[in-house]
């Protein structure tokens, strides 16, 4: 696209401003602000909705319950190892975040958690797919989503530690895809004099993401029915379980979610429901105080606080989900150009577009809450200390015999 076209196409979304910097470019720079434009997707600004959510008719799930599964264990095991030895199953690992909020700089799976040796929650969470690819006797393929200011970084660690021991051919590395930021009237940011800002577009695009770097054949030729989507920041979480997988096939469910039973009702975990009669998460700040503090003998009605630990059926994703995940709209201290200098804010100036893995559940239709134990299979790194910190995460490995 040359600078006549550009310029008539950014004046007719209102995005004129982006070339206010243009003359006084490199010839290299010209070059790359033109293809950020050209390959920017302007259509998520129609998405700027600022209307307040309304939440409609909520009532409790019917959960697969620590109990159920006890009784359940060898029948649901059977029918996932199955399908894990046929290759069915496959892993996607949500690994584009940053660890800034642990005080370092760098990928947070590249965090040391160790004591006494080093240990990173890749080498954790590679050593639990490990463990169960050898009970399985098969390897699992693995999908690594990273970002675009973490991907080198991410995948020079994984090459430096030999994957961890895991075959090299079966992971996979992809980006995630980004949208614009822009201002609170809906203007887009430029990061730089000649670069377009933009953001990763939530975790709800993991899915459209794999399938745009061209990794979708990978799943048609190892005939892969089944995800496990996880994120990186569970350090006990297990992946491709085989009594999860089990359970959801068995019950017939489109996708799976893994759920804890919420220590209070306070706690800052999205809760599974049903919304108007379909599978849906809401956040902890979403809840109705009514619903929230509600009881059932001695129970939370509203308990079970979804991990970040899913299972989608892939044919569903590819009728479901094709062009209808909604954006959201989050407000974030956008660093950006201002009178020609590099502002980075302390307080929100605009918003980045983000998808929602929640929403995900919602479109699918149907969603079985699979409950596990909190101690045994969550233990989040969100900060580092306080509640659900490094320390608390390392206190719980320790309690479930991992050496740091």
């Not at 959960?63 to 199955?82: C, H, M, P, S, Y």
């Not at 240990?119 to 690594?144: C, M, Q, T």
């Not at 051919?169 to 822009?182: G, M, N, S």
Request: aromatic content about 10%; charged content about 25%; glycine content about 8%.
């Amino acid at each position: 696209m040359d600078y006549g076209r550009t310029k008539i196409y950014l004046e007719e979304r209102g995005q004129a401003h982006l070339l206010k910097y243009y003359d006084g470019l490199t010839d290299e720079e010209k070059l790359q602000l033109l293809n950020d434009i050209e390959k920017t997707n302007f259509s998520v600004l129609k998405k700027l909705d600022k209307s307040i959510k309304k939440i409609g008719k909520i009532t409790p799930v019917n959960a697969v319950t620590v109990d159920d599964i006890k009784r359940r264990r060898l029948q649901f095991e059977n029918v996932g190892f199955n399908f894990l030895k046929e290759g069915k199953v496959a892993a996607v690992l949500l690994a584009g975040g940053q660890g800034s909020r642990l005080g370092y700089e760098g990928p947070k799976g590249t965090f040391d958690i160790g004591l006494t040796r080093k240990l990173s929650i890749f080498e954790l969470l590679i050593g639990n797919l490990s463990a169960v690819a050898e009970r399985a006797g098969r390897y699992i393929h693995l999908f690594v989503m990273t970002s675009v200011q973490n991907h080198g970084e991410t995948v020079k660690f994984f090459k430096e530690n030999n994957f961890f021991g895991y075959p090299q051919d079966l992971i996979h590395f992809f980006i995630q895809d980004v949208a614009p930021t822009c201002d609170f009237d809906g203007k887009v940011y430029l990061d730089r004099k000649h670069r377009i800002s933009l953001a990763a577009n939530g975790n709800g695009g993991w899915y459209s993401s794999l399938v745009n770097s061209g990794l979708a054949r990978v799943m048609e030729r190892e005939n892969i029915e089944w995800l496990n989507v996880f994120g990186v920041d569970n350090v006990l979480q297990k992946m491709c379980d085989p009594s999860f997988i089990g359970a959801t096939v068995l019950k017939r469910f489109r996708c799976g979610a893994k759920v804890v039973s919420k220590v209070c009702p306070e706690e800052k975990v999205g809760v599974i429901c049903n919304e108007d009669g379909k599978p849906t998460v809401l956040e902890y700040f979403e809840i109705p105080e009514n619903l929230k503090n509600k009881t059932k003998k001695g129970e939370l009605v509203y308990r079970f606080g979804v991990t970040l630990n899913y299972l989608f059926n892939v044919q569903d994703l590819n009728i479901t989900l094709s062009g209808r995940l909604p954006y959201h709209l989050a407000e974030k201290a956008i660093p950006h150009m201002e009178d020609g200098e590099r502002v980075t804010p302390k307080q929100p100036c605009g918003y980045k577009f983000e998808t929602l893995i929640v929403d995900m559940v919602k479109l699918m239709g149907s969603c079985l809450a699979y409950e596990v134990e909190r101690e045994k299979e969550f233990a989040p790194v969100k900060n580092l200390v306080g509640v659900d910190s490094v320390d608390t995460a390392r206190a719980l490995l320790i309690k479930n015999g991992i050496v740091l």
